[in-house]
Structure formats: structure tokens, C-alpha cells
């Protein structure tokens, strides 16, 4: 069993910058798949962004490409989000999630543990 703890949110206004930490605990995350979704008033959860489970490769969701980015370190078994230029299309609970392969994939469906979600409003 994984357990995701994401640390982060807020309000924030427009233009600004959040980092959030996902921290496992229960056991390594090290040969895991992670990554981030999120989900606006009324949708379903949608893929942000992932990384594989040695932190070479990253996928993005096309709106968020070249202002977020995600890393790793599995050393410390987290997985971290930085999250640039916030537009209010960004608001939304983002959940942590691990996925018991070394691969990426989008659909939500396909990740084991899921963290409780952290919330971002961002104001214009």
C-alpha cells in the first residue's frame, strides 16, 4: 500500500506560481509511474502531467506544456509540481496519483493510489 500526501494550494492570482509536493509513504514509489490530474467544478479528472519511474521522461497535457513542469526525487520518495504563469482555467482540486508501473499513461482509470487532493483557485 502507497499513501500520496499533497502539500500546497491556495489562492493565487493570476500570472503567479505554486510548487506542490506529493510525498508517499508506506513504501518506495522508486519503479512507480506518477503523476498529477486534476479535476474543475464539475469535470472529470483530467491528466496534468506525468513522469516515468526513473524521472526521464515527462508528458504534459497540452495546456500546460512549458509552464508546468514535474520532477522527482526518489530518494526522498516525492514527486514535486511547478506550476508557472496560473490562468484561471487552472482551477481545479489536483490529486497525486502512483501508478504500479514504470510507465506513463493519461487515463485516470489506470493509477493504483490516489492522494486526497490538494485545491487551487486561481483570480484573475
Known amino acids: 500500500q502507497v499513501q500520496l500526501v499533497e502539500a500546497g494550494g491556495g489562492l493565487v492570482q493570476a500570472g503567479d506560481y505554486l510548487t506542490w509536493t506529493c510525498t508517499a509513504s508506506g513504501r518506495t514509489i522508486v519503479s512507480d509511474a506518477m503523476s498529477w490530474f486534476r479535476r474543475a467544478p464539475g469535470g472529470g479528472r483530467q491528466f496534468v502531467a506525468g513522469?516515468?519511474?526513473?524521472?526521464?521522461?515527462?508528458f504534459y497535457e497540452d495546456s500546460v506544456k512549458g509552464r508546468f513542469t514535474i520532477s522527482r526525487d526518489n530518494a526522498k520518495n516525492t514527486v514535486n509540481i511547478r506550476m508557472n504563469a496560473l490562468n484561471p482555467a487552472d482551477t481545479a482540486e489536483y490529486y497525486c496519483?502512483?501508478?504500479?508501473?514504470?510507465?506513463?499513461?493519461?487515463?485516470?482509470?489506470?493509477?493504483?493510489?490516489w492522494g486526497g487532493g490538494t485545491h487551487v483557485t486561481v483570480s484573475s
Open positions: 513522469i516515468n519511474w526513473n524521472g526521464d521522461t515527462t
Open positions: 496519483a502512483a501508478r504500479i508501473s514504470v510507465c506513463v499513461v493519461r487515463g485516470a482509470d489506470d493509477y493504483d493510489y
